[in-house]
């Protein structure tokens, strides 16, 4: 195949394929790009290949497992990110071995590439004592002050991703009476959040403060930064380090690595302790399955056993019989 043939096929993968088909978000369009950019940066430098006239059947299989080598080894990217440019690419040579059929041998060679396991992190949420010291930290006397505490409690009330608060506008909120909030998540799927009535007070107080409960601005972007533009995930971040930093003044023991998604954990474990089934969590935080919540309840259930460990009295030596003297506990197992 010729490269214009590769590059029409990219440009219609990119442009139409994911857009138009698979009705994939522009975040999602861009990570793809970027895959597909960095891998043509490493053909040209890394293997010495002209773009220009590059041919399918030159990304082969050590090709593609050399990239991903040079993902970890060369530009430090962790496994989780080295499985998602995979996945990327995965997603491509699918549509490739349906735009060019003569490569589907070739195809099922690159899509047999496996994805790396990893050691998932600890599962990281914060008590309501360090909610509190968080939230007690904006300045209410400022209106940035007063914004960042209605962001901040709608980030946690919802439990919604950084993406998700980014994209609100005005017209996704609604302040009566059920008051709610329209996310738009993963794959663009709408749900809806109830909120609780302390943060419909502060949002009710935002809105009036800054003129967005005007019909005229349903459309504005419902959170800002001081240049009036639209936040970003690394301003939402930086804001929440600066008051973790002023809460450990009086909370030494509040963890330093709190992200906006440590929000999302908090929300959900907390629903999860106070007997929320997890069917319903699944719904509230947008998961696509259910395993993904049960996250939450393997954490938890965790937790309860290490706390159990604490309190449980060391047993004395030989005060318990072994199981091998249960005669009738055996025959059950052989039973089974």
């Not at 002023?246 to 690595?257: E, I, V």
């Not at 393997?298 to 199981?323: N, T, V």
């Amino acid at each position: 195949m010729t490269r214009p043939d590769f590059a029409r096929i990219l440009q219609a993968f990119l442009s139409e394929y994911l857009p138009m088909q698979r009705n994939v978000s522009p975040h999602t369009i861009r990570s793809y790009r970027d895959t597909m950019t960095l891998l043509l940066r490493f053909c040209r430098d890394q293997r010495r290949l002209r773009i220009e006239r590059l041919r399918i059947e030159e990304l082969d299989k050590q090709v593609i497992e050399g990239f991903l080598h040079y993902l970890e080894t060369e530009r430090g990217c962790s496994i989780r990110t080295r499985n998602q440019r995979l996945a990327a690419l995965h997603s491509f040579v699918r549509y490739l071995q349906i735009e060019a059929p003569e490569h589907i041998l070739h195809c099922q060679r690159l899509l047999a590439i496996p994805f790396k396991r990893y050691d998932r992190p600890a599962l990281h949420y914060l008590t309501a004592e360090h909610l509190r010291a968080i939230l007690e930290q904006p300045d209410r006397r400022t209106p940035m002050g007063r914004r960042d505490l209605a962001l901040l409690a709608l980030l946690y009330d919802t439990g919604a991703r950084v993406q998700e608060l980014l994209d609100l506008t005005v017209q996704d909120l609604r302040l009566e009476s059920p008051a709610q909030v329209q996310l738009t998540g993963k794959g663009r799927k709408t749900r809806i959040v109830p909120l609780l009535p302390s943060t419909v007070a502060l949002l009710t107080g935002y809105l009036r403060e800054h003129g967005l409960h005007q019909p005229h601005q349903l459309g504005r972007t419902l959170f800002v930064n001081r240049l009036g533009q639209r936040f970003t995930r690394t301003g939402i971040r930086d804001m929440i380090r600066k008051y973790i930093a002023r809460a450990q003044r009086t909370c030494p023991h509040l963890p330093n690595d709190v992200s906006p998604h440590t929000f999302r954990h908090s929300k959900a474990m907390h629903m999860l302790q106070a007997g929320i089934p997890l069917v319903i969590i699944r719904d509230f935080l947008g998961h696509a399955d259910i395993a993904t919540s049960e996250t939450y309840a393997r954490a938890d259930l965790d937790m309860k056993r290490r706390a159990l460990e604490k309190l449980a009295p060391a047993s004395p030596a030989g005060a318990l019989p072994s199981w091998q003297e249960d005669p009738s506990l055996l025959t059950w197992l052989r039973a089974l």
